[in-house]
């Protein structure tokens, strides 16, 4: 059994993937080489115009080779990037880097236009027999789903003319709003009455603390430095959309989700009867928000009282203390895991430092050339923190599961990756509760536990709410920031039942989630993966030990079915109706229940 290093340490480090940060000379040749085998397997799509012939699949088989090579490259690329302008967002160098890897992209997405297109022409037959050969018939489901997206997407020159584009338009807004952050700084009255001045990391870790009038300050302050550059966020959100909005006319899509539940795999019937499941619930949680707000001598609870620690609190916890608790838990579940989570603390794989310079939020990106991963946040020594530690752990190890997949097979969406990062936050934040030292410090860990609950039924639904009817807005003409705030507080009321006696309408301008151009929608992805993962926490309470190989199975299959299918083959259910998602639920309305309870 691995130890963890003693100390722990809370930085990372990135020499052993490309030495030289920002300015290296093994970076600039890597995305060179990249760069001209990308060209080439370019060259020979573009030499391919009549249909697909039997003799030519060998040849296409190592063609396939290659784009799955490129693939992991490019991620590679992209998540060393992420990560030097994520740990210190005044490296100018490395968002010039950045644009250079979105510039490789584009030309990859060309180069995958094209060979979707072969794939789109293939006959029938042939297709069949092509798809049952043993070398291929392991990415058949990524192939075919490429197909089919293909048949729906415009002609291949319309489709690379569009990616090209896209590349200082669609993309580069969403660099923009980089820039945009980054020059954000929210001031705090320390301690000892002198003015600091916060980057957005710092700002946000205190809309967590302990003491209120700390929280109500930093918030009041929050919201006056977003609307400061609530313009700019402006122009950004609506360039974005527009483009997105052209483009999917282009296509022929009328329904603004269409591409999202594509990517995620998944069909609007499930989407709907998530989101009815916990429509049904929600007032189990307003319940909930009345009693904190009662306990902590309110008439309701404020915007920053709903994540705000409830009575007596775990105290600071070490960075060292909760990678220790950490890695206990997870090896309660599943050695493998814990035995993972160490191999990262020990070989510097996560950036948690708290310091100036670093943008907010946390992240953990896949490294599939050098088979690891990196993971960052800014750790300040909350529950929440920990909670957030586990979570991108359980990001790390379900890249850990794909590594000898193929990378087409590797590449699973967001709502299924969400599911290993939660089922990990889980195993952390039940544990917690479960070995709390008093009946009060139990209540706090309980609160923080549901607080998860009504971010992902609640705060997430707000998002969802608001950009769906954003982009409806959209089509008919640009938004001001005063009109997006006033769609975003509508949809806040809405979501948590008019619960709260304050909302925090900028924040469709401090959600770096909005401007994500990967992935569209990157909201309702979280609630699901929240949902599976509490249904599949349920079945791991009842099944003990022997779940654990059956989770790493489910995992491992992530990149090569849709949703529908995966809960189907490995637990049975049908997820267009309502019994697993009431099951899901009554995991988190249990919790909330005991709270109410304990505190009567």
Partial sequence: MTQLTDPVQITWELESIFPGGSSSDKFDKFLSQLEEDIAAMHQDLQERNAPLALEETAHLDKLIDGLQNAAGKIIEADSFVACLTAQNQHDKKAVQLSGKVTTIRAAYENTMTLFQNVLRNTEDDLWEAWMARGEIAPISYVLSEKREIAREKLAPELESLASDLAIDGYHGWGQHYDTIVSKVAVPFKEGDGKLASLSVGQAANKLNDDDRAVREATFANWERAWSGVADYCADTLNRLAGFRLKLYERRGWDDILKEPLMINRMSRETLDMMWR?????????????????????????????????????????????????????????????????????????????????????????????????????????????????????????????????????????????????????????????KNAADEKLKLSLLADKIGSSISFFMNIHARFLFETRFYEKRKQGVLSADELSALMEEAQREAYHGALASYHPHFWASKLHFYITDVPFYNFPYTFGYMFSTGLYARAQREGERFAAKYDALLQDTGRMTVEELASKHLDVDLTKPDFWREAMSVAVADVQLFLELTQ
């Fill in 277 to 433: 499941v916990i429509e049904e619930n929600k007032p189990v949680f307003v319940k909930y928000m009345n009693r904190k707000a009662e306990l902590m001598g309110l008439d309701q609870l404020s915007w920053s009282d709903v994540d705000a620690p409830l009575g007596q609190s775990a105290g600071k916890i070490s960075y060292e203390d909760a990678a220790n608790e950490i890695v206990k838990q997870f090896r309660s579940f599943s050695p493998k895991l814990a035995e993972f989570s160490v191999e990262a603390f020990n070989r510097r794989w996560i950036e948690a430092e708290d310091r100036p310079g670093k943008r907010p939020g946390g992240f953990c990106t896949s490294l599939p050339v050098s088979k690891q991963t990196r993971i960052f946040m800014t750790y300040g020594g909350t529950v929440s923190n920990v909670s957030t530690l586990a979570h991108e752990l359980g990001h790390a190890y379900h890249q850990y599961l794909m590594e000898e997949l193929p990378q087409f097979n590797q590449d699973y969406a967001m709502n299924v990756a969400e599911t290993a990062s939660t089922f990990a936050e889980m195993i952390v934040a039940d544990a917690l509760v």
